[in-house]
């Protein structure tokens, strides 16, 4: 499919990377921020819109979450991205050359084995691959970015040393978000997202729930936010296994409705291989 996607973060950024996996022979779209890659795919200036959603280190992305339900927009795939972090410096440098690499300040941690066994001190950045466009524009071979091997490609970087992550196992999962849903059943396994609200009753949630577990339909995500700033408002975002047209699925979301006075379906999507 060709057309245009838009990422948040800077050519080079991970979620560029991610673009790159989810959609090949799309051009990926830089954004500032979350909001902007919602706003362009909104207003259809762009086809499909990727936003972070949750990091196996990390958790939650929350201001996508608290973002995702006034979107307007429908998830239609999700991608996992095995986040490698790499030691970017000037062409012809070496490690032992680099005195400070500069990263995001989620970055910095995730390689504090090899920063302090290098004695490379680290240094915040916004954005790992405007760390790496900055060291490049610097020209200075004392410096070097922690960031992945894309923004090397992109701003004529020597990748000095590969995959210096503490944590081996460190994956990010991304969302695709298009204007229009696609609810057909594209694969033998598919996930279904929705947010609900429950009514206030006596134990609404753990009513709510008994459907699934009853149907013997797996959630796998469950999270709540409050609304508007009321401690009395509380929304729920869910994901499960399954298709809206699966009879245990269509079970379980009639015993939802009974004790929720919201519910909306904002994804109907082929489960990602990654998850087997």
């Keep these: 499919m060709a057309g245009r996607i838009a990422f948040q973060g800077e050519l080079g950024a991970y979620s560029h990377q991610a673009c790159a996996m989810a959609r090949p022979a799309m051009t990926a779209v830089p954004c500032q921020t979350f909001e902007d890659v919602v706003e362009l795919t909104r207003a259809g200036e762009v086809d499909l819109g990727l936003l972070a959603v949750e990091n196996s280190t990390y958790g939650r992305v929350a201001d996508v979450h608290s973002l995702l339900p006034r979107a307007g927009l429908h ?98 999962r991304f969302l695709v978000m298009s204007p229009t849903p696609e609810n057909d059943r594209r694969a033998a396994r598919m996930m279904t997202t929705f947010i609900f609200r429950v009514r206030n009753i006596p134990a609404a949630l753990y009513k709510a729930m008994g459907g699934f577990a009853t149907n013997g339909v797996n959630m796998t995500k469950l999270e709540s936010y409050m609304v508007g700033g009321q401690f009395t408002a509380t929304e729920f975002y869910a994901d499960i296994e399954g298709h809206p047209d699966d009879p245990a699925v269509a079970r379980a979301l009639d015993e939802l409705r009974f004790f929720t006075s919201m519910l909306e379906i904002i994804g109907v999507y082929p489960a990602a291989p990654e998850r087997e």
């Design 75 to 172: 998830i239609v795939d999700e991608a996992f991205l095995r986040v490698h972090v790499n030691l970017l410096g000037l062409r012809g440098a070496r490690v032992a050359d680099i005195r400070e690499a500069h990263g995001h300040v989620v970055i910095l941690p995730q390689c504090a084995a090899f920063l302090k066994a290098h004695g490379i001190r680290g240094r915040v950045s916004s954005d790992n691959a405007r760390a790496a466009r900055e060291v490049a524009e610097a020209g200075d071979p004392s410096r070097a970015a922690l960031a992945s091997e894309m923004a090397a490609e992109i701003y004529g970087l020597d990748v000095l040393a590969r995959h210096i992550e503490d944590n081996k196992d460190n994956t990010t």
